[in-house]
């Protein structure tokens, strides 16, 4: 669960953030990668979709997207997107078994403390359909701490992920890693895993 500062964050800079995320989805090539990772016209889920620029890109390649946010501005957004069932929701609202092929938690579950990671992960695992796959995108280094927005950040390195994402039933088989400037505008390295239920 995200904690209310940094919902607050998001919901205050909503248009501001939207505005950097047109620009962003219509550049990323891992969007393009997870795409092509899932069934053909399958249907996946937006794990902290923001306003929806990427569960947008999935619906216009023909999948069946369903978005979940736990920020109403941003819902509000989604929401309005041909293709995209979007709902206002938190990570733990994720409860469906054996539903999706493919699920894009894309630097949402960062924000989660880190003692409820491998909760969201299970719920993950269990919501995916056998050979179902997930890509998490999450920021480099150790430790939690807060950014110049205040918004809440956990960080993480490939083991780490690679063991809780093991731990909760998924077999990571692909990773990307980079550095780049988000909202607050300071450049940090991040990394993507794919994994498969």
């Known amino acids: 669960m995200s904690d209310e500062r940094t919902l607050a964050v998001y919901e205050s800079c909503s ?54 946010d736990a920020t109403p501005a941003m819902i509000d957004m989604a929401a309005r997107l041909p293709g995209v069932a ?35 992960l ?11 796959v997930l890509f998490m995108g999450m920021k480099r280094g150790a430790g939690g701490a807060r950014d110049e927005l205040d918004r809440y950040y956990e960080y993480y390195e490939r083991d780490e992920l690679e063991a809780l994402l093991t731990s909760a039933g998924l077999t990571p088989d692909a990773h990307w890693t980079g550095k780049s400037a988000g909202l607050a505008g ?12």
């Open 15 to 68: 248009e501001d953030y939207a505005a950097m995320m047109e620009r962003e989805a219509r550049r990323d090539p891992m969007i393009d990668r997870f795409i092509a990772a899932c069934a053909k016209g399958g249907r996946v889920l937006d794990l902290g979709c923001g306003a929806g620029h990427y569960a947008r890109r999935m619906a216009q390649a023909g999948l069946q997207v369903d978005a979940i």
């Open 86 to 120: 979007a709902r206002l929701g938190r990570f733990e609202d994720l409860c469906e078994r054996d539903l999706y092929d493919g699920i894009w938690a894309y630097f949402s579950l960062l924000h989660a403390p880190r003692a409820s990671l491998p909760d969201h």
């Open 122 to 132: 299970g719920r993950i695992a269990e919501a995916l359909r056998p050979g179902g």
């Open 186 to 197: 300071h450049p940090q390295g991040w990394i993507v895993v794919q994994a498969h239920a």
